[in-house]
């Protein structure tokens, strides 16, 4: 990204082959296949660098949240908080692979008041904001101290454009039929590629207006970026 950000610890193997073994066989296949298999190891990291950052949090509001994948690998990893997933899709909450309590919401009206949360995180969903700078600044608005976000995004790189417009259009849905999925189920995701989707440079300096960054990477030779920030007092 062009700065000397500050680097945070990162998941052991150990640490990360325990969420592995323990993932229920309904686990979300769409992440599994855009992020070439590394989603569960990606939300591991975002998981500890929350911990470095939070100084053992009480609570962690999961936006977006789908299925509550991301607060399944946290509770994994041992991270005891109080913790609310919310989420636009009242299927998706209702079959949510953990126990927690649920909203149903839109991800940039969150129903709650401003500092809530002392950790806000999103994984793998804000490439859908039709106004992203409006999504970040709900989640800023909740959290106490710390955000966390990773999401798909776009190379500054023109040729992998254009190789990831062709995986994620030609390849993946053949992919996912493989596994026994509906290649129309996953047409969406190349349509936001495609349609909406900005480079991750743009994503970043919106998070930089609002969060004081602590970590920012891109992934997956920049089809991903993430964050961690400090929610700065005013």
């Known amino acids: ?16 082959r325990k969420v592995y073994e323990s993932i229920p066989k309904n686990y979300d296949r769409a992440n599994r296949f855009i992020s070439f298999g590394m989603d ?7 998981a500890k660098s929350v911990l470095d950052l939070g100084g053992g949090p009480r609570s962690v509001l999961d936006v977006a949240s789908g299925k ?3 607060t399944y690998v946290f509770q994994r990893l041992g991270l005891r ?16 692979l953990v126990e927690d309590d649920r909203v149903l919401a839109s991800f940039d009206h969150l ?3 401003d500092g809530s949360f002392d950790v806000v995180i999103s994984t793998f969903a804000l490439h859908a904001a039709d106004d992203y700078e409006s999504v970040i600044k709900e989640m800023v608005r909740v959290a106490r101290r710390v955000v966390g976000v990773i999401a798909m995004g776009k190379p500054k790189n023109t040729a992998l454009q254009a190789y990831f417009s062709f995986y994620l259009r030609s390849l ?4 996912a039929c493989l596994a026994g999925a509906k290649p129309s ?4 995701i190349y349509e936001i590629y495609a349609r909406k989707s900005k480079t991750n440079d743009y994503y970043i300096s919106i998070a930089e207006k609002y969060l004081k960054l602590v970590k920012v990477e891109e992934r997956a030779l920049g089809l991903f ?3 961690v920030g400090i929610k700065e007092k005013v």
């Open 172 to 175: 993946m849905p053949r992919i």
């Open 185 to 188: 189920d996953y047409r969406m």
């Open 225 to 227: 970026y993430a964050f």
């Open 68 to 70: 509550g994948e991301t």
């Open 1 to 16: 990204m062009g700065q000397d950000y500050e680097k945070l610890s990162g998941v052991t193997d150990e640490e990360l």
């Open 81 to 96: 908080a109080f913790y609310v997933l919310t989420d636009y899709s009242e299927n998706m909450l209702l079959n949510a």
């Open 111 to 113: 129903p709650f008041r």
């Open 40 to 46: 569960v190891k990606w939300r591991a990291e975002l």
